[in-house]
């Protein structure tokens, strides 16, 4: 496991003509506040007694007044299609947005969420719709990039030629892993039985993706008290999604044409820090 990284280093960012707000992860611009922050959500008592349908209804109204209504452009652009640069896997957690955590306007992050944040295996009989995003992501998002002109000359004339041809890059190029502290989904994981029945219907099942991580942690921190080993758990189910993801062949075929990075991440949001490693 290597040290913090960012997506792409060794090249700029690929402007995007249809999404030009689009920047590289936690690589933004001094004094820059994307226009999805420019309402920090703000939790008061009146909200909390607020009736669940108006309070989303309020929420809504304040989005259109300070962030669609200010960003006709973005809004515009996103209209015709979407192309977005980061595939995002984060806890279905409700204290951990990635879209607010790190930044990202609409149309920059392809999203996926789910408990614990985990991809599983590639199987195709199984967990489809976890992988029909990885698939949508790394196949299907594209993004036009560059037109051609040809001119002729035939018998002293010069025909000019319309060439309709488009040439076409992949819009996702980085996926990103996101585990966090404090999971309820990796204490449940950690506090797996390895024999008997289960005690949900679902839960279980799911968290055993990350079983081998929890093996390892076990095995080289078994000294450490529960909640340390816990955070532990946190990085190590997220290398285990990150193995699991290069399971899938259309990954793998990208990533061996090195036009796709995969890299793992955690964010600590009792310390307020965020972290980032190579897969």
């Given at each position: 496991?290597?040290?913090c990284c960012c997506?792409?280093?060794s090249?700029?960012?690929r402007?995007?003509?249809m999404?030009?707000?689009?920047e590289?992860?936690?690589?933004?611009?001094?004094?820059h506040?994307p226009?999805?922050h420019?309402?920090?959500p703000?939790i008061?008592?009146a909200?909390?007694?607020?009736?669940?349908?108006?309070?989303l209804?309020?929420?809504f109204e304040?989005?259109?007044t300070?962030?669609?209504?200010?960003?006709?452009?973005?809004?515009?652009?996103?209209?015709?299609?979407?192309?977005?640069?980061?595939?995002v896997?984060?806890?279905?957690?409700?204290?951990?947005?990635p879209?607010?955590t790190?930044?990202?306007?609409?149309?920059?992050?392809?999203t996926?969420?789910?408990?614990?944040?985990?991809?599983?295996?590639?199987?195709?009989?199984?967990?489809?719709?976890?992988?029909?995003?990885?698939?949508?992501?790394?196949?299907?998002?594209?993004?036009a990039?560059?037109?051609?002109?040809?001119i002729?000359?035939?018998?002293?004339?010069?025909?000019?030629?319309?060439?309709t041809?488009v040439?076409?890059?992949?819009?996702?190029?980085c996926?990103?892993?996101?585990?966090?502290?404090?999971c309820?989904?990796?204490r449940?994981?950690?506090?797996?039985?390895?024999?008997?029945?289960?005690?949900?219907?679902?839960?279980?099942?799911?968290v055993?993706i990350?079983?081998?991580?929890k093996?390892?942690?076990?095995r080289?921190?078994r000294?450490?008290?529960?909640?340390?080993q816990?955070?532990?758990?946190?990085k190590?189910?997220?290398?285990?999604s990150?193995?699991n993801?290069?399971?899938?062949?259309?990954?793998?075929?990208?990533?061996?044409?090195?036009?796709?990075?995969?890299?793992?991440?955690?964010?600590?949001?009792?310390?307020g820090?965020?972290?980032?490693?190579?897969?």
């Amino acid at each position: 496991m290597g040290g913090c990284c960012c997506c792409f280093p060794s090249k700029p960012p690929r402007e995007n003509p249809m999404h030009p707000t689009a920047e590289p992860l936690i690589q933004r611009k001094p004094n820059h506040t994307p226009p999805y922050h420019q309402r920090p959500p703000v939790i008061t008592h009146a909200h909390k007694g607020m009736n669940a349908v108006v309070r989303l209804k309020t929420g809504f109204e304040r989005f259109r007044t300070n962030v669609y209504n200010k960003n006709p452009k973005l809004f515009e652009s996103l209209k015709k299609d979407q192309f977005p640069k980061y595939m995002v896997f984060a806890c279905a957690d409700s204290r951990v947005s990635p879209t607010i955590t790190l930044g990202l306007n609409p149309g920059e992050a392809f999203t996926v969420r789910n408990i614990a944040g985990m991809v599983p295996v590639y199987q195709k009989t199984r967990h489809c719709s976890v992988g029909s995003a990885i698939e949508f992501a790394v196949v299907i998002l594209k993004v036009a990039s560059s037109f051609w002109f040809l001119i002729s000359l035939i018998h002293e004339s010069v025909l000019l030629f319309r060439n309709t041809t488009v040439s076409y890059n992949f819009a996702v190029e980085c996926i990103v892993v996101i585990g966090h502290s404090r999971c309820g989904g990796i204490r449940e994981l950690l506090s797996l039985k390895d024999e008997g029945p289960n005690t949900y219907h679902f839960i279980e099942d799911w968290v055993k993706i990350g079983m081998e991580a929890k093996k390892k942690v076990q095995r080289e921190n078994r000294l450490l008290p529960f909640d340390d080993q816990c955070t532990v758990l946190e990085k190590e189910a997220v290398n285990v999604s990150l193995g699991n993801l290069k399971t899938y062949p259309f990954v793998k075929d990208r990533l061996s044409k090195g036009t796709l990075n995969v890299i793992g991440a955690r964010y600590d949001f009792v310390r307020g820090s965020f972290e980032t490693w190579n897969a």
